[in-house]
């Protein structure tokens, strides 16, 4: 299973953010062709700047539709509350809206350096640390929330299997790809003689308990991002065919493993003022559909892939007969 987990940094605007997601879980027409109908979720935040695609800071008409895509499951995880979100009552207001709509998430994605993150090393947030003035984690978990996500992503090609260099290393980049594979085998090193902030890699699982700093436990997950040139290449749109390969699904496919992909599909070229995927990433996005629609990966959301992961999903992951439903966007 593969789940395309992507923070909405930098998604230019309301039409963007649907576009793309239209392309990937329908088969319309969409501005990159006909849809290539797989499962693939979206973060939300609240408060952000101008410029940046936020609950916010768009019409009232736009966050139905974003509501509609929340209670239907393709938007799953929220990812901070934003980088003007610096209080408990920002996270309040944000977590107030969600409950009067009946919008549920369960899944919580640190933010880069945002103050109401839960992460502590890299991803420097305070929202879990009683008496700051951002801390929120008692009403986050009480909302509802059950996994976080602090900032850990792997090179390493599917989890939930026993930890393996192979498909790293790139012949035709030999040197930068020996450089990941080495970084890779560090963190492992490190994660087994006990290391905290590489705990997460040790055993290389999907999921693991951990605790937030006010005591509340949580279920910590880590992110794969498995091209030759490490964790920060082709984390993006405009990049995503770096990281949707042949080569890396096989290796998946070999594995029979989970794997959910670091990403940023809303970084697309500004340079350009592109709205959308380039040729490059739709062929990629239509390969990946390939090899789901003849049942030899299955893209899900990361919700769902995380409840298969930790078992809670009832009876059995999910299939392409329980898939969700997308909303009309209009």
């Known amino acids: 299973m593969v789940a395309i987990c992507s923070d909405l940094d930098e998604t230019p605007d309301a039409e963007t953010y649907f576009e793309l997601m239209r ?47 929340i209670r239907s499951g393709h938007i799953d995880c929220l990812h901070s509350f934003g980088d003007l979100a610096t209080t408990r009552a920002h996270a309040a207001r944000a977590l107030e809206e969600l409950q009067k709509h009946d919008c549920r998430i369960r899944v919580w994605i640190d933010h880069a350096q945002a103050i109401t993150n839960f992460g502590a090393d890299i991803m420097q947030g305070q929202g879990d640390q009683p008496g ?27 989890q939930d299997r026993p930890f393996s260099l192979r498909g790293i290393v790139d012949a035709g980049h030999p040197v930068a790809s020996a450089k990941t594979l080495a970084t890779e085998a560090a963190k492992q090193a490190l994660a087994c003689l006990g ?58 496919l070999e594995r029979r493993a989970p794997c959910i992909l670091y990403t940023h599909l809303g970084k697309l070229n500004r340079n350009r003022n ?41 009876g059995a992951p999910p299939n392409r007969r329980s898939s969700l439903e997308f909303p009309d966007l209009g």
């Not at 997460?200 to 030759?228: K, M, S, Y």
């Not at 090899?291 to 299955?298: A, E, K, N």
């Open 23 to 69: 392309f990937l879980n329908t088969t319309e027409q969409t501005a990159m062709g006909t849809g290539v109908g797989l499962e693939v979720g979206n973060t939300i935040y609240f408060d952000m700047a101008p410029g940046q695609f936020s609950y916010w800071n768009t019409t009232e008409p736009n966050r139905e539709k974003i509501r509609a895509l």
């Open 132 to 158: 700051h003035p951002a801390y929120h984690a008692d009403l986050t978990m009480a909302y509802g929330i059950e996994y976080v996500w602090r900032g850990r992503v792997t090179s390493v090609i599917g």
């Open 195 to 252: 290391n905290r902030k590489y705990r997460l890699h040790a055993g290389n699982r999907q999921i693991r308990p951990g605790t937030l700093r006010d005591g509340q436990p949580v279920q910590e997950f880590i992110r794969c991002n498995p091209p030759w040139g490490g964790i920060g290449m082709g984390d993006r749109g405009d990049e995503i065919q770096q990281v949707l390969t042949p080569r890396f699904l096989d290796r998946l």
């Open 274 to 314: 592109q709205r959308a995927f380039s040729p490059e990433a739709v062929a990629a996005f239509r390969l990946l559909a390939e090899y789901h629609h003849d049942g030899r990966i299955l893209v899900t959301t990361t919700s769902r892939l995380l409840d298969a992961s930790s078992c809670q999903f009832p």
